[in-house]
């Protein structure tokens, strides 16, 4: 009976065998409070209708519980039962980064970028050097030309190819959602001009050469440099 139903929930949930089944009831607990069926602060079913409701043995449901509850998402009262603990983020990274304010924004920007340099002076290769430098020459012209939009392009064109450069796309994915916070950030810093970019340019072509030559404390300290000074 036990196998029949974890066969029949494959079948629903399309489960990859890769992904443990207390993974996905995990999921299914939280789209269950997400979507109100189980209520804050309330008590959900007992462990029986859960294994009913799930398709799932005994084992699973308490190690899904024991999870929950370690994330904060329930709470196991004894002799009273599991209660919900709080509602699940259902935010998106961008999401929650567009009402974060600057100061939580540049503390999360410099652990970000720190450790994508690291990594992409260690493990870049030709073509993402190509990347890097082609989009440093850009953003060399757009100041040479005054033009600021095209400033503001090309030094995330530059640190975007930089974060693909680490070979983590995770980092470089996170890196991406971070750019739409970068160009608010550029245009409430100076509505006009590009006088930023041109002071910190002789940093960015360090960097570069830093990455390059895969001097990686080099390369840390610049990126250090320009973040504390919010080029």
């Known amino acids: 009976m036990f196998k029949i139903n974890i066969v029949c929930l494959q079948k629903y949930l399309n489960m990859d065998s890769k992904e443990k089944l207390g993974d996905k009831v995990i999921k299914l ?77 540049n503390a999360v920007r410099k652990l970000l970028e720190i450790e ?34 095209a400033c503001i392009d090309a030094d995330i064109e530059f640190h975007l190819a930089i974060a693909r450069a680490s070979s983590n796309s995770v980092l470089a994915d996170l890196y991406q959602s971070f750019t739409l916070i970068i160009r608010d950030f550029f245009s409430k810093r100076e509505a006009q001009g590009i006088s930023h970019f041109a002071m910190s340019h002789h940093l960015h072509e360090a960097l570069f050469t830093a990455i390059k030559n895969k001097d990686v404390e080099q390369a840390q300290q610049i990126t250090k440099n320009i973040l504390n000074n919010n080029y």
């Open 29 to 105: 607990i939280q789209s269950d409070i997400t979507q109100g069926r189980f209520k804050l602060n309330e008590k959900i079913p007992a462990e029986p209708e859960l294994m009913k409701l799930y398709g799932v043995g005994r084992s699973t449901i308490r190690e899904a519980i024991k999870t929950l509850a370690t994330a904060g998402i329930l709470k196991v009262q004894q002799g009273s039962g599991t209660f919900v603990n709080s509602s699940v983020n259902t935010e998106t990274i961008d999401q929650r980064l567009k009402r974060a304010d600057f100061e939580e924004i």
């Open 116 to 149: 994508i340099v690291t990594l992409a002076t260690q493990h870049h290769s030709t073509n993402h050097i190509t990347d890097i430098e082609h989009s440093l020459e850009k953003r060399k012209q757009a100041i040479m030309a005054e033009q600021r939009q």
